[in-house]
């Protein structure tokens, strides 16, 4: 389905200030009425009474997963506390607030799932919901996530590597680029029934890489957050993780895997090409048009707001996929 409306909603510099930030945040807390995290962790997300106990919604409420922690990564980061990475968000389809996905998507309903991974392929798979969980061993890996409207945060995500699952497809040699696309619910998703709740973004929301960054190590399809099967908010029932770029690259609840030869259109290069690069590699010396990529907000646990300014890395700190944008000029193609 192709829909296009005039966008109505695109980041702004205000978007990015201190203030801002720092506003809707405190917003946020006191709505939420601020409960410790050691409440939060030990209740699970029922703690805020998310998920009411009849059994359409059921299956959207986190339950533990069976994973293997992966110590490469992370270490050494402070975590940002489970209630910030399920309430304060970035998912159109469920609204522009930061505060919207967790709101809208209370009810969203992932099982029935299918994920499909096609096109320029030897093999062509299709994995139902349980099937997400249980065809790659699952393992825990702490990433830096870095949105471009200059915040972070320090996620553990569960799931597997991109890679194995594009081995188990087969790519042809002709394959350059794999193309994924977010699950098209108007009836489900208030942004996409209404285009002044989704921001008038182009729906379903589409993202792309290169075949040589999909299938790098890093790159990772994520079914949990904190060892539980993701919320609705942040992308469930399996979302896309890509640590070394923009977070709208990682894109959410996927429904479909495409291996192409062409460079895929992706949702907000379409929007605003100038803005929003399709490689989208953070990097603090290419600043984005209307602000400074020069810094960034860790979004962690208490103390002053002004204590977590920290300098972006280039990467987001990955240094190990430099070698994939050897012969690139990353201030042309951003
Ligand atoms: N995927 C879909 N389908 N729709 C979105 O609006 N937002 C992106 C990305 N994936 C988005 C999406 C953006 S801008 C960011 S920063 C991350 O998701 C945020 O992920 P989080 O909410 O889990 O922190």
Redesign the pocket.
């Known amino acids: 389905m192709t829909r296009r409306f005039t966008p109505t909603v695109v980041l702004k510099d205000n978007d990015v200030t201190d203030e801002t930030i720092y506003t809707q945040r405190r917003k946020l807390l006191k709505q939420m009425g601020f409960l410790g995290t050691g409440a939060l962790l030990s209740g699970g997300a029922n703690a805020f009474g998310w998920f009411s106990d009849d059994e359409e919604t059921a299956v959207s409420a986190p339950r533990p997963l069976d994973f293997k922690q992966n110590t490469t990564w992370g270490q050494d980061e402070t975590l940002t506390p489970y209630e910030k990475?399920t309430q304060?968000?970035?998912?159109?389809?469920f609204g522009t607030g930061k505060e919207d996905?967790a709101k809208n998507a209370q009810n969203f309903k992932v099982d029935p799932w299918t994920l499909s991974i096609d096109g320029m392929v030897e093999n062509p798979i299709t994995l139902g919901y349980e099937e997400l969980f249980s065809k790659f061993a699952l393992e825990e890996r702490i990433y830096r996530?870095r949105?471009?409207?200059a915040w972070s945060?320090v996620?553990p995500w569960t799931g597997f590597q991109l890679s194995h699952l594009l081995a188990m497809a087969k790519p042809l040699s002709s394959a350059k680029y794999v193309a994924f696309e977010?699950l098209d619910s108007p009836t489900q998703m208030p942004g996409i029934r209404n285009a002044f709740v989704g921001g008038g973004?182009d729906y379903p929301?589409i993202?792309g890489l290169r075949l040589d960054e999909a299938a790098h190590p890093l790159t990772m399809m994520a079914v949990g957050v904190y060892g539980k099967t993701l919320p609705g908010?942040?992308?469930a029932p399996i979302?896309l993780v890509v640590p070394w770029k923009?977070?709208?690259?990682?894109?959410?609840?996927i429904v479909k895997i495409t291996l192409t030869d062409k460079k895929p259109p992706t949702?907000?290069n379409q929007l605003a090409k100038q803005e929003y690069g399709f490689y989208a590699n953070v990097n603090p010396n290419v600043d984005h048009p209307r602000w400074s990529q020069a810094s960034e907000r860790r979004i962690t646990r208490g103390g002053l707001f002004k204590q977590t300014r920290i300098p972006t890395q280039l990467f987001n700190g990955y240094s190990e996929v430099a070698p994939l944008y050897a012969n690139m000029d990353l201030t042309k193609q951003f």
């Open positions: 990475v304060f968000n970035n998912f159109y389809e996905p996530l949105c471009v409207e945060m996620i977010t973004l929301y993202e908010q942040n992308g979302r923009y977070g709208f690259k990682s894109i959410k609840s949702t907000w």
